[in-house]
């Protein structure tokens, strides 16, 4: 599989000694999205900055696209898109004016900015000041801007964080469509159900530290316990039962309650991938 992030073994520590990530090693391949899920303060930004060159690791190394980060930066930051919690948006422009400006820096000369607007449906907006914009439409043009010049990888970090429901969906949207145009993304959140939903791979990070890395799917057979919920009527109340899958005689106790009570409903239910964080780190994403 083609590696186009090889992170091995790199750290950050604070001047004020704070270890914000602590030796971790990990890859991203081609067209795949990586979730980065963790607390607040675990460390996902510090980790972002240094894949985009932005703080220089103090341990490992860095590969993007095949190329060594520390001597590189430059070009590999010609390939990849960034969108960051710190908002530097030009207030007085257009978003078309800050997509072309935005563009004219990366020596794009005729950027598609409708195309890219429309991707987040800000195009009816385009010509709009800035200033006038919501929280959630100045973040969907940050992510169209991290779009202008078509990267092969995609930064996003906490790109829905305390989002409307309509903004967090576009830029949703936007994460699934860079992926089937073959960009791999690295997004980190401290939603499960985001990271659940949009991510081939998912890592829990805590304390500065990888605490597993996997599917979903693998996460949750690996460490959560499925069950089954069933409900049956006995004596005219409702009754819930709840069987382990794993449980060797559940076809038994399913029987027997079929036969003995009038079956209301049943349905499996997964550990959610906050279940397992817990299981995993022994606290939560809050
Ligand atoms: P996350 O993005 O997961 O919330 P961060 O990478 O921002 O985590 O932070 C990891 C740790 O590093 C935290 O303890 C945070 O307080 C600390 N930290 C982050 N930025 C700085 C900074 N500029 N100076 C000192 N400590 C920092
Ligand atoms: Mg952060």
Redesign the pocket.
Same mark, same amino acid.
């Given at each position: 599989m083609e590696k186009v992030i090889n992170a091995e073994n790199i750290s950050y520590t604070? &001047? &004020?000694g704070?270890k /914000?990530v602590d030796n971790i090693s990990f890859h991203i391949g081609k067209s795949e999205v990586l979730g980065f899920l =963790?607390p607040? =303060? /675990? =460390? &996902?930004?510090?980790t972002l900055k240094m894949l985009i060159g932005f703080l220089n690791s103090q341990t490992g190394k860095i590969d993007i696209l095949g190329k060594n980060m520390a001597h590189n930066t430059d070009e590999i930051q010609a390939e990849i898109g960034v969108c960051f919690e710190e908002k530097n948006l030009y207030e007085d422009m257009s978003a078309i004016e800050n997509l072309k400006f935005h563009a004219s820096l990366y020596g794009i000369k005729r950027p598609d900015v409708n195309a890219i607007l429309k991707k987040v449906d800000l195009d009816k907006r385009g010509k709009d000041k800035v200033a006038s914009y919501s929280k959630g439409m100045r973040q969907r043009l940050m992510v169209a801007r991290s779009l202008v010049n078509k990267p092969k990888i995609l930064f996003l970090d906490e790109p829905t964080d305390g989002l409307d429901p309509v903004s967090a969906k576009a830029i949703r949207k936007v994460i699934r469509e860079e992926k089937e145009r073959g960009a791999s993304v690295f997004l980190?959140t401290h939603d499960m159900l985001e990271a659940d939903k949009l991510s081939d791979r998912v890592a829990f990070i805590d304390k500065g530290k990888i605490a597993a890395i996997d599917t979903p799917d693998n996460l949750k057979h690996e460490y959560g316990k499925r069950t089954l919920k069933i409900r049956y009527q006995e004596n005219g109340q409702v009754k819930e039962e709840e069987l382990s899958l794993e449980a060797k005689d559940i076809g038994k106790r399913i029987e027997e309650i079929r036969s003995q009570y009038k079956l209301h409903d049943m349905h499996t239910e997964e550990a959610t991938l906050e279940d397992i964080f817990i299981q995993v780190t022994g606290r939560g994403l809050e």
């Amino acid at each position: 599989m083609e590696k186009v992030i090889n992170a091995e073994n790199i750290s950050y520590t604070y &001047k &004020k000694g704070v270890k /914000a990530v602590d030796n971790i090693s990990f890859h991203i391949g081609k067209s795949e999205v990586l979730g980065f899920l =963790g607390p607040n =303060g /675990a =460390g &996902k930004s510090t980790t972002l900055k240094m894949l985009i060159g932005f703080l220089n690791s103090q341990t490992g190394k860095i590969d993007i696209l095949g190329k060594n980060m520390a001597h590189n930066t430059d070009e590999i930051q010609a390939e990849i898109g960034v969108c960051f919690e710190e908002k530097n948006l030009y207030e007085d422009m257009s978003a078309i004016e800050n997509l072309k400006f935005h563009a004219s820096l990366y020596g794009i000369k005729r950027p598609d900015v409708n195309a890219i607007l429309k991707k987040v449906d800000l195009d009816k907006r385009g010509k709009d000041k800035v200033a006038s914009y919501s929280k959630g439409m100045r973040q969907r043009l940050m992510v169209a801007r991290s779009l202008v010049n078509k990267p092969k990888i995609l930064f996003l970090d906490e790109p829905t964080d305390g989002l409307d429901p309509v903004s967090a969906k576009a830029i949703r949207k936007v994460i699934r469509e860079e992926k089937e145009r073959g960009a791999s993304v690295f997004l980190t959140t401290h939603d499960m159900l985001e990271a659940d939903k949009l991510s081939d791979r998912v890592a829990f990070i805590d304390k500065g530290k990888i605490a597993a890395i996997d599917t979903p799917d693998n996460l949750k057979h690996e460490y959560g316990k499925r069950t089954l919920k069933i409900r049956y009527q006995e004596n005219g109340q409702v009754k819930e039962e709840e069987l382990s899958l794993e449980a060797k005689d559940i076809g038994k106790r399913i029987e027997e309650i079929r036969s003995q009570y009038k079956l209301h409903d049943m349905h499996t239910e997964e550990a959610t991938l906050e279940d397992i964080f817990i299981q995993v780190t022994g606290r939560g994403l809050e």
